[in-house]
């Protein structure tokens, strides 16, 4: 009984063990079919995305998504905004007798332009495979000139003048002297959109013509006008050089387009007096002109003078700086009522005795008209000794009609007249 017992025990224990592995067995079955199951899954979802990625790779890498675009001989092509061209999108004129090809990838029909696409996918194409996508327009519009340098009426201090501008589109740029030129063109610049650089041009008025002709032939032009003043004024001479001023002043200057002339005079504060050109007296560039003031209140009084030029590109000069006397009162005669007298009547001797106050004195003379009608004139004295002039003059027989004459270093002069005859 006790080994059949033994038996039973390892029967049991057989069976559980077969149980156990048979469990094992399953869970592993149930474990591989969910495994199976998920790669199969990932397949579908790896050959779905293969599927769908494929025509687009193959798409953007195929040459039919670039195109020849043809264009005839002065047609405009409008390129799209890009990151390249932010400030306005550019264009380009074919110039091709022939007509010209350009390789696109884009043409935006709402706004009119295109896109550029890769040159070596074009060149797989067929080369006379042309796409007629959108709508290229004739070019009959002249390039726009927009000048920034010279301005009209500008003025300019030197010969060498900035010459800028800019187009809207390439084109071939001339410009004509019209005042000097002799109807020749001088080159700019070949197949530009801008040009930034000094030309020289004449003194004085210049009138240029600017051409600019595009690749089809149109024309664009532009006038303009500017001055050029490169040279500083000259102040030849003035007048008094020296000793007295009696309120006449002359300058004399070179100048071709002189603004502004200025006398300036006076002691520590200067007093000014601006003169009109057209009172000038002028031989090509060259000027002289007069003026006068009143010196009346530095009478006797020592003044300093100059003159001031400024030409029309406000050039200046400057004279050099005078000092003066002033003397504006003729001199004084103390004895007008006795001052010459004759020994008897007929003589021929006359005696003169002038009693004069004039602290610039310069000369006694008298004048008369001789039997030909010419003045002469002689000199009495050239000093005074103790304020007079005694002299004896002597006269042929006639009658006599003498103005006596006073004068002073200042220019001023006091003249009198006297009567008589000689036997």
């Known amino acids: 009984m006790i080994k059949n017992k033994g038996k039973i025990e390892v029967n049991e224990k057989n069976i559980k063990k077969d149980n156990f592995n048979k469990s094992n067995k399953r869970n592993l079955m149930a474990i591989s079919s969910r495994l199976t199951t998920a790669l199969l899954i990932f397949l579908m979802i790896f050959i779905l995305a293969v599927l769908i990625i494929t025509p687009i790779i193959n798409a953007s890498s195929s040459p039919s998504r670039v195109f020849w675009s043809c264009f005839g001989k002065g047609e405009v092509i409008k390129y799209c905004e890009t990151p390249t061209y932010h400030h306005s999108p550019p264009t380009e004129t074919c110039t091709d007798d022939g007509g010209c090809s350009y390789c696109m990838s884009v043409y935006k029909e709402n706004e009119d332009c295109y896109i550029h696409g890769s040159w070596p996918k074009c060149m797989q194409l067929p080369p006379s495979q042309c796409s007629d996508n959108g709508g290229p327009n004739q070019d009959l519009n002249p390039p726009n000139i927009t000048l920034t340098s010279p301005l009209n009426n500008s003025l300019f201090t030197s010969r060498v003048v900035p010459f800028k501008f800019f187009l809207n589109e390439k084109a071939d740029v001339y410009y004509i002297d019209l005042i000097n030129g002799r109807g020749k063109w001088i080159r700019v610049c070949r197949g530009c959109s801008s040009f930034d650089n000094n030309k020289n041009f004449n003194e004085g008025l210049n009138q240029i013509l600017i051409k600019a002709t595009d690749g089809v032939g149109n024309e664009g032009s532009k006038e303009v006008s500017f001055f050029i003043d490169s040279k500083m004024p000259k102040i030849k001479k003035t007048f008094p050089k020296k000793g007295f001023a009696d309120g006449d002043f002359i300058v004399e200057f070179q100048e071709e387009n002189p603004r502004n002339l200025t006398l300036f005079y006076g002691i520590n504060q200067f007093k000014t007096k601006n003169i009109n050109l057209g009172t000038c007296t002028s031989k090509k560039n060259k000027y002289s002109c007069e003026t006068n003031v009143n010196l009346l209140p530095y009478n006797n009084q ?98 006599w009609d003498l103005t006596l004459i006073i004068r002073d270093q200042a220019g001023n002069s006091a003249g009198y007249p006297v009567h008589f005859v000689v036997d």
């Open 302 to 399: 020592q003044i300093e003078y100059y003159f001031t030029l400024i030409d029309i590109a406000g050039n200046y000069e400057e004279s050099k700086h005078l000092m003066l006397n002033v003397d504006v009162s003729d001199p004084i005669f103390n004895n007008q009522a006795s001052f010459w007298s004759q020994n008897e009547p007929g003589s021929k001797d006359i005696f003169f005795d002038l009693d004069i106050n004039e602290p610039n004195f310069d000369e006694v003379v008298y004048s008369y008209l001789d039997s030909r009608g010419k003045v002469k004139e002689k000199r009495l004295c050239s000093k005074l000794t103790e304020g007079k002039c005694v002299k004896k003059e002597s006269f042929k027989a006639g009658v």
